[in-house]
């Protein structure tokens, strides 16, 4: 051989060794992520909505390690969830719609999760996963309802729909609770906590986490924060910014509890770094429903102003709608999905995606099977992979709700709902808006597109029949008594209230 044909041959291997070396460190094909069961992280937070992150654009919050986290993400730009917290939180939890698990409210009894779905901790228990809630439940107070006997292994939660709520059926938590030491149920004993609740939830979690993470079997946490809904409670440190520029004590509230979220994904991310399982955990971000105005103020209007004067304005990322409301801004939240080494970061993913594909896709992460005839979403895998994999497109509805007690709810089907495809959404059957060219809904094109239409009313109409017969909670009774009441003042008089003592982390 001669010397230029060894120095080609050289060549050639080289070039074969360093397209060896960068396959090899290339992230993990989603194809190849099928079944590959890693530690599962669920966070959500309440009424957060997609607006207060600061690489969502807003313009004054301060969110530097949400900020770390989306980098380090891939994100699901138009990941859609329900319009209030209880539907979403049922829809995570069973792969399909909420009104077909029996949820039209967020209290009087319609907050309850049908008994005869199949919970994702349950799903992933097939898969030898090991479960645990930290936070907000909300599906059900009363004791077949409660996460402990819905597939959690561990559960250390508040009652109702929020830490102190407390209404006429079984929706309530411990009686007097507030957002600082609060009172917890933690499997299924109430114990006394130290701390603001959002401090307390995590600590708790990283403790379990902690306990668990040098097992055999993978573990699923699901940290459910009540931060930042109402009432808008803080630790002063964290609003002390805020009243200094002038904004409301509500206002001052909501935002100290973002913040504080804030600190405590910081928190959370380093002590998963320094156990070692960024490698071998994914880890899910996102928020129940879209931003609501009680706490964060109504889209434009002026909050308060900078020592400059410069007026600090509500931001909700150009949409209409906040939370409860049928369009894009109430339904419209952050999804952050993260495992190091194995899904690239730093990718958008613009395709509509919605709260009943994740149970599907950690099911296929974890490999588990699906419970039959149940899960409507789809396992996001194929876009995780390939952004530009086949989607076809799908109709996703969105419903309200939360009609008055007793009353029939066809006399509501075509009021507060909308549904929505890649390029569509089709709200109160009186408005159309194209969501590419126009995604704030400024301008009604209802009646440029008749086709549209008649093809989403169809479906809708279709999806309605079939969907009435599984609202289950409809005409169940209210229950006499508040099942967190009765079982802390029994505990209480029997052996009272005992201090929950913090993990040593």
Not at 17 to 36: D, E
Request: glycine residues 10%.
């Amino acid at each position: 051989m001669n010397h230029h044909g060894h120095l080609r041959r050289i060549t050639c291997i080289t070039a074969a060794l360093v397209l060896l070396c960068l396959c090899a460190i290339r992230p993990t094909a989603a194809g190849k992520l099928s079944g590959t069961r890693p530690n599962i992280v669920l966070i959500m937070t309440d009424d957060q909505g997609y607006g207060p992150i600061g690489r969502h654009g807003h313009p004054w919050i301060r969110t530097p390690n949400l900020d770390r986290l989306y980098d380090a993400s891939l994100r699901f730009t138009r990941f859609l969830v329900s319009p209030t917290c209880s539907p979403t939180r049922s829809a995570l939890m069973t792969g399909r719609h909420p009104m077909r698990n029996g949820v039209t409210h967020t209290i009087l009894e319609r907050e309850r999760l049908t008994l005869d779905a199949v919970t994702l901790p349950q799903v992933l228990a097939k898969a030898g996963y090991t479960s645990a809630i930290f936070g907000k439940w909300h599906l059900g107070d009363e004791e077949p309802y409660q996460p402990h006997n819905r597939g959690f292994d561990e559960v250390f939660i508040h009652g109702a729909g929020g830490i102190g709520q407390a209404y006429n059926c079984s929706c309530a938590d411990a009686p007097g609770n507030s957002y600082f030491d609060p009172v917890i149920r933690h499997n299924g004993r109430f114990v006394r906590t130290r701390g603001f609740c959002t401090d307390v939830f995590f600590t708790a979690a990283l403790g379990w986490i902690k306990k668990v993470k040098d097992r055999k079997r993978p573990f699923f946490a699901y940290i459910a924060t009540n931060a930042p809904h109402g009432p808008f409670h803080a630790p002063e440190q964290y609003k002390a910014r805020f009243r200094k520029w002038g904004f409301k004590e509500n206002h001052c509230g909501f935002y100290g509890m973002v913040e504080n979220i804030d600190w405590n994904i910081g928190r959370f991310l380093q002590y998963m770094q320094r156990w070692g399982l960024l490698e071998n955990t994914v880890i899910v971000f996102l928020s129940d429903n879209g931003t609501t105005a009680g706490g964060a103020g109504r889209p434009g209007t002026v909050l308060g102003h900078r020592e400059d004067g410069t007026p600090l304005r509500c931001y909700n990322a150009g949409m209409k709608g906040m939370k409860g409301s049928p369009d894009e801004g109430g339904v419209r939240v952050p999804f952050f999905i993260r495992w190091d080494g194995k899904i690239r970061p730093g990718r958008d993913i613009d395709i509509v995606a919605a709260h009943i594909d994740v149970l599907p896709t950690l099911a296929d992460l974890a490999g588990a099977p699906l419970p039959e005839n149940q899960v409507e979403g789809r396992s996001l895998l194929p876009l995780i992979e390939n952004p530009n994999a086949d989607w076809p497109d799908r109709y996703l509805v969105t419903h309200v709700g939360r009609w008055p007690k007793g009353a029939d709810p066809d006399d509501y089907q075509w009021k507060r709902f909308a549904v929505r495809n890649q390029r569509f959404r089709f709200v109160n059957n009186t408005e159309l808006y194209d969501m590419l060219a126009d995604p704030g809904q400024k301008t009604n094109v209802i009646d440029k597109h008749p086709d549209v239409v008649a093809a989403m009313r169809a479906y809708y109409e279709d999806w309605w029949k079939k969907t009435r017969p599984m609202m289950v909670n409809e005409n169940v009774p209210l229950s006499p008594v508040r099942p967190f009441h009765v079982l802390y003042k029994k505990q209480k008089a029997r052996t009272g209230i005992p201090e929950w003592v913090p993990p040593e982390l």
